[in-house]
Every structure is written in structure tokens, then in C-alpha cells.
């Protein structure tokens, strides 16, 4: 432990904590822009000084010391932060009254907290194209504070490298190799950028305009379905606590919203496990492609594409949840409803920027059709709800419609990571068992760790030998074991986010202030979990709806018409 003063407080904390945390702990926020805890320490924007004896330094990077007599609220201090931030404010695009970020932008907070009413220099503004180029993204540099906290996540976190500073001096940006469109790069378009970014230089690519048109043209039937963490982060934008389960309310508001069904990707998530699950027997039989590896995470996806080409057929053949529900929706519902299905519209709530990709994908599609027409984010979700004028907080509890919106437990873990992995896991043992297993909590895959593992023996005796990684480094890291031979597994589960789809690049954005007290990924998988207990049933095989779909239209897991619908195949 080290002791230090800080504005004349004693406190005491241990070594290696840094002064910008020490700070907090006596109730002194010392404003930041470029640090992200876990992620970005590079003390590059100096909004964060203090001062120590005659110096002013960066707080976020330096150790706390014994005896050292820390000041964070001096003139010269504040002086030095004001001027700094002033001067990013001098070259940056201030639309604040439209910007995607209003609201939500540490440089309009930091702004406000510094009381910064005139900015004191006026010089050369630098002017950059906006990339459009990804479905997921889009990249507007004359909004970028040159924090890095993109460059640092998706090189350290992801290890994907799609971007880095370049050029010096003012002249500095963030860019890609060569400056190419992003579309053209090796990004996944898992959107961690997106969360990272402290300002409005990187948001999703919005649907919202293309979906208020769908909802207003009489001729469509216009369906949405939402993913199993969007209710756990939704209420966030609406200033409910992180971790708030929001269900019902959700479903009520999207029926005010003026969508014909409102249904739940967690039926499908319920059904990927019948199709999945089966799969992988099948290929523990035939001891082909393994590991079994999960496909329903499009970042995951495009990584392999990118970086382990050579994996590509150990991914699931399975279509990710949300692509199943909508092939089902347009040639399986539309036809008990009588309705055309080309005049079906299916709208995913994701929380998750590379489903955009993914559903423009032509590998997911059905007679021409796609089988998701837009997806939107939980951010742009919550936009149209305020846009709509529903007060959300006021919103009765409502159920999803029928019968592709009734789930199970197992379905709504899909959004923690490990969740996927331990509901396969809850129905294989079953079927093969011919037993209902009362104790099914696989506590082994869940939690943060970045790899985690899991051992599970069948009545004919086999052994499965599970691995689940979540965030892209921990996925490279697994890769490697298994390529070089070191780690034998039969079923690896990956999401490209840290924290499974919980923290997707779609979820609502938590500033770092925020972030370095509350663990958000943590506190949003509690509520995943508590749902799941809550559920009267919790195994996909057991779902009714699951049952009777197989009994009428599919006939069994893996059929030619499962196959034809629910399944696909990536090439490289
Ligand atoms: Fe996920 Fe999904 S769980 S990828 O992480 O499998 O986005 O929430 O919707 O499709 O179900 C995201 C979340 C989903 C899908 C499901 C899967
Ligand atoms: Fe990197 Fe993901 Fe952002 Fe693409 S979307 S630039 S892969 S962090
Ligand atoms: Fe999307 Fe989930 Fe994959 Fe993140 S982990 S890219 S939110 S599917």
C-alpha cells in the first residue's frame, strides 16, 4: 500500500493504483478524455493533469507514491485543462443540436464541467470525407479527438488492427491502411470502436428513416424481432439503472411503434440449439470438422473469413438466430397468415452493429429474399421510442406475439457469453439422456474469464470438451491452442465482443467515467441470468412452439427443410 495526499485528503491505496483512481475513491473526479480503463492509458490528450510539486502531469498514467501531495483543483490546473479542451474545440465540427452523440459526448460534458463559454483560438480547420462505405459504421475525422481509445480497442482488444493514426502534427488522424474505405479493410464491423469513441467521430450506420417508411406504408407487413440483450440494456436510455430488465416493456412500446408482430429472436435462439445441437452429434459421429464452432456472431464470422480462413468449415452451418426467424417469418408465417411475402418486412433489434452486415449478407437469403430487411440497433430503437413521444418508463408489461415470440431460459442466455454454449450444453445431455436434467446451471462457462472451459460427459459415455472465448484477442489466443495441437475441443463457442452481445457495439454507450466504476458487462449478464430463472421453462427442446414448428413445418432438427432454411454455408 502507498499513502499520498490529494487536495489535502489523505488516502491510502495500493501500489500500482493510479492517481486519477485514487481520486475517485475520496470523491474527486478528475475529468479525462483519451483514458479508458483496461483499454486506452496513454495520457495523450493532458486533460487529466494535476499537479505535483512545481509540475503538471497526466493523472491517468501516473502511480500513486508515498508522500506524494497531489493538487487537482489549482488555477494553473484548470487553466490547463480548459485551454486543452478549448483547442480541440477549435477544430472540431460542433453540431451539437444534431450530432448522433448529443447528449452522450464526453467533449460537450467535459465542455460543460469547464465551463467553457468562448473559445479563445480560431484557426485552420482540417476537412475530411465522411466513410460511409461499411453497412455497420460510419467515420466522421473531423469529429475525432485523436484519444486513440478506437485505435487501442480494436488493436489490443480485438487484434484486428483495422485502423491507426497516421500522418503527424496537426495533420494527425485516425485512418486505415492506405486510407482505404473501412468496407475495404480487414474490419469485422463489431462496432467496439463505436463504444470506445468518446465523441460522435464513429456511430453506427442508421436505419431508423428506412423503417419509419416501412411502418407507413400500407402495403407492408411490417415484423420485428428482438435480440436477448437488448432487454437488459434498453431501459438505460431512459435513465433506468445498467442491468434493468425491460421485456415487457419493450414489447408494449414496439406495438406502439406500429409493427403488425412483435416477436422475439429467442424463439430462434431455441431453435438453433435443436439444429446446432443436432449438428454437432452428427459430426462427433462422423468425426468431421471439429471443433464444432458457433456461427451466430457475424464479427466472429468475418474474423475467421479474415484471419483463419483455413476454419472456415468448422463454423456451424446454422444461420444466426435473428436470419432464422426471419427466413421463418417470410416463408413459413406469411403464409399461415395469408399474407405476401414479398410484402413482409422483418426488422431485427440487435444489440449489435455487425448484424447490419450481416443481414445485407447474400449467403442469408431465401428466394431472393433477404431473410432480415433492416436491422437496427438498441440506440436506434430507443431514438424512435423517443421520437414516438412514448413515455417509456410509463409503459405497461406486454407478452411478444405467437407463436415465433415464446422462449425458454436457455434462449435468453444466448446474450452473455458462455450462454450459448451452456444452453446446447442443457439440451445435448437431455436428448441423448433421455433424461431432464434438474441441475443445468454450467456455471463453468459463465462469468468474464477470457477463455473459459467446460468437460461434460454423455450417458453413452463420450466426453464434450467445451471452450467458449468472448472479445477477438481471447478468440485468436483459443485459435492458436487449437491449431497448433496444444487444446483438443469438440464445441468452441465465440462472440466477437467482450462480454458476449451483453456489450455488443449496438448497446447503449456508457461514458468512461461510468465504465471505471461499473462493471457493465457484468451487471448486464446478472439480469440475463435472473431472466433466465425467472423463465418456467428452461431448455429450447422443451419450448412448445419449438415442438409443434417441428411437428408441422420442419419435421425434424436438420431436415431438407431445415437445411434449405435455417442453414448456410461461408466461403472464402
Ligand atoms: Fe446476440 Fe444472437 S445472442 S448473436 O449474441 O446466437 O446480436 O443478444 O440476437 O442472432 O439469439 C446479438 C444478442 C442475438 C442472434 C440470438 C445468437
Ligand atoms: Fe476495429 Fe471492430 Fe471498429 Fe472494425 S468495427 S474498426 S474491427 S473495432
Ligand atoms: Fe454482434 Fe454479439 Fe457478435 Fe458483438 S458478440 S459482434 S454484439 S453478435
Not at 69 to 91: C, F, G, H, I, P
Not at 342 to 366: D, H, T, Y
Not at 539 to 563: G, Q, V
Amino acid at each position: 500500500m502507498v499513502k499520498l495526499t490529494i487536495d489535502g485528503i489523505e488516502v491510502e491505496v495500493p501500489r500500482g493504483t493510479t492517481v486519477i483512481e485514487a481520486a475517485r475513491k475520496v470523491g474527486i473526479n478528475i475529468p479525462s478524455l483519451c483514458y479508458l480503463k483496461g483499454v486506452s492509458h496513454t495520457s495523450s490528450c493532458r486533460v487529466c493533469v494535476v499537479e505535483v510539486g512545481p509540475r503538471l502531469i497526466a493523472s491517468c498514467t501516473l502511480p500513486c507514491e508515498n508522500g506524494m501531495e497531489v493538487k487537482t483543483n489549482t488555477q494553473k490546473v484548470r487553466e490547463a485543462r480548459k485551454t486543452v479542451v478549448e483547442l480541440l474545440l477549435s477544430n472540431h465540427k460542433r453540431e451539437c443540436t444534431s450530432c448522433n452523440r448529443s447528449e452522450n459526448c464526453e467533449l460537450q460534458t467535459l465542455s460543460k464541467e469547464l465551463n467553457i463559454r468562448d473559445i479563445r483560438f480560431e484557426g485552420e480547420r482540417l476537412n475530411y470525407e465522411i466513410d460511409n462505405s461499411s453497412p455497420s459504421l460510419v467515420r466522421d475525422q473531423e469529429k475525432c479527438v485523436l484519444c486513440g481509445r478506437c485505435i487501442n480497442t480494436c488493436k489490443n482488444v480485438q487484434t484486428v488492427g483495422a485502423i491507426d493514426f497516421s500522418r503527424r502534427g496537426f495533420n494527425t488522424r485516425v485512418s486505415t491502411a492506405l486510407d482505404r474505405d473501412i468496407a475495404e479493410t480487414v474490419c469485422v464491423n463489431c462496432g467496439q470502436c463505436i463504444m470506445a469513441c468518446p465523441v460522435g467521430a464513429l456511430t453506427e450506420k442508421e436505419n431508423i428513416k428506412d423503417v419509419w417508411k416501412a411502418l407507413a406504408d400500407p402495403d407492408k407487413f411490417v415484423v420485428v424481432q428482438t435480440a436477448p440483450a437488448v432487454r437488459v440494456a434498453l431501459g438505460e436510455e431512459f435513465g433506468m439503472p445498467i442491468g434493468t430488465r425491460v421485456t415487457g416493456k419493450m414489447a408494449a412500446a414496439l406495438r406502439r411503434l406500429g409493427f403488425d408482430k412483435v416477436f422475439d429472436t429467442d424463439f430462434a435462439a431455441d431453435l438453433t440449439i435443436m439444429e446446432e445441437g443436432t449438428e454437432l452429434l452428427s459430426r462427433l459421429e462422423k468425426g468431421e470438422n471439429l471443433p464444432l464452432m458457433t456461427s451466430c456472431c457475424p464479427g466472429w464470422v468475418k474474423f475467421v473469413e479474415h484471419f483463419y480462413p483455413e476454419l472456415i468449415d468448422n463454423l456451424s452451418t446454422c444461420k444466426s438466430p435473428h436470419e432464422m426467424e426471419g427466413a421463418l417469418i417470410k416463408h413459413y408465417l406469411a403464409e399461415k397468415l395469408g399474407v405476401d411475402k414479398k410484402n413482409v418486412v422483418v426488422v431485427s433489434i440487435m444489440p449489435c452493429v455487425a448484424k447490419k452486415f450481416e443481414g445485407q449478407r447474400e449467403e442469408l437469403s431465401n428466394e431472393n429474399l433477404q431473410d432480415v430487411d433492416y436491422v437496427l440497433t438498441t440506440r436506434e430503437l430507443a431514438q424512435m421510442i423517443k421520437e414516438a413521444g412514448i413515455d417509456f418508463t410509463k409503459l405497461p408489461d406486454e407478452e411478444f406475439d405467437n407463436p415465433l415470440g415464446e422462449s425458454t431460459g436457455a434462449a435468453v442466455i444466448f446474450g452473455a457469453t458462455g450462454g450459448v454454449m451452456e444452453a446446447a450444453l442443457r439440451t445435448v445431455y437431455d436428448l441423448l439422456s433421455g433424461q431432464d436434467l434438474e441441475s443445468i446451471d454450467y456455471v463453468q462457462v459463465r462469468g468474464t474469464t477470457g477463455i473459459k472451459e467446460a468437460e461434460l460427459t454423455l450417458p453413452n459415455g463420450k466426453t464434450i470438451r467445451a471452450a467458449v472465448a468472448h472479445g477477438l484477442a481471447n478468440a485468436r489466443e483459443l485459435m492458436e491452442l487449437v491449431k497448433s495441437g496444444e487444446k483438443h475441443y469438440d464445441f468452441i463457442e465465440v462472440m466477437a465482443c467482450p462480454g458476449g452481445c451483453v456489450t455488443g457495439g449496438g448497446q447503449p454507450i456508457v461514458d468512461s467515467r461510468t465504465q471505471a466504476c461499473i462493471d457493465v458487462k457484468a451487471e448486464r449478464a446478472k439480469a440475463i441470468y435472473d431472466e433466465d430463472k425467472d423463465m418456467p421453462i428452461r431448455k429450447s427442446h422443451k419450448n412448445p412452439y419449438i415442438i409443434r414448428l417441428y411437428e408441422e413445418f420442419l419435421e425434424k432438427p436438420n431436415s431438407h427443410k431445415a437445411h434449405e432454411l435455417l442453414h448456410t454455408h461461408y466461403v472464402k
